[in-house]
């Protein structure tokens, strides 16, 4: 039970990795932690791409920074792009029926899946949300018709220290009906 709490205060956006390579294995862990993740009708509706390849990372890395944003990203040894699969009918109609958008709620659980079994391997990570999906797709041959909705930076971190989190209180974010 700590260990579980322990884990989620030790994952941390990383933005400063060493140039270490990351060992296959342990990127496997995190994907076979994905696929472990709930999702709606179990519809599993993700494909992962790992880019763990010293030539093709700093390519990735150009599409996920602009002038301002994701600039740490050309130090990054490793990626894996998170892409939307259509999922299955029956949580595609409840999506219709029900006006809720339950693929992406998937990929988040999924994606902090791989976060969590990345920290758990000493790898730091950092979620990525500001890319640029048509180059990302062009470089990696994805589909036009495809979403890449994240893309997690995996590497091994300059430092372990643990930053305070920042967040809302308890009280600010919940409502308790007892
Ligand atoms: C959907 C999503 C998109 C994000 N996009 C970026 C990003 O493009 N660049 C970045 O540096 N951090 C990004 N982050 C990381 C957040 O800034 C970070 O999780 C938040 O500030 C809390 O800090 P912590 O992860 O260190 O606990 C993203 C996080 C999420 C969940």
């Not at 179990?42 to 790992?50: A, G, I, K, L």
């Not at 659980?109 to 990570?125: D, M, P, R, S, Y």
């Not at 640029?132 to 018709?145: D, H, Y």
Request: with cysteine; aromatic share 8%.
């Amino acid at each position: 039970m700590e260990e579980f709490f322990e884990l989620i205060n030790k994952r941390q956006s990383c933005r400063k990795y060493l140039s270490k390579l990351v060992e296959k294995e342990k990127l496997v862990k995190c994907i076979d932690a994905a696929r472990m993740a709930p999702s709606a009708c179990n519809s599993q509706p993700w494909h992962f791409v790992v880019v763990n390849n010293s030539e093709l990372a700093p390519k990735v890395a150009e599409c996920l920074q602009d002038k301002i944003m994701n600039k740490f990203t050309s130090e990054c040894p490793a990626f894996i792009i998170v892409i939307e699969e259509s999922g299955n009918l029956t949580s595609r109609a409840g999506a219709l029926m029900k006006q809720q958008d339950y693929r992406s709620v998937d990929l988040g659980i999924a994606t902090e899946h791989i976060c969590l079994a990345a920290t758990e391997q000493n790898l730091g990570t950092c979620i990525l949300g500001w890319f640029n999906e048509k180059e990302l797709k062009k470089l990696l041959n994805i589909s036009k018709l495809k979403r890449i909705r994240l893309v997690v930076a995996i590497g091994y971190p300059e430092n372990y220290d643990i930053r305070k989190k920042v967040r809302k209180s308890i009280d600010e974010i919940s409502t308790f009906i007892e």
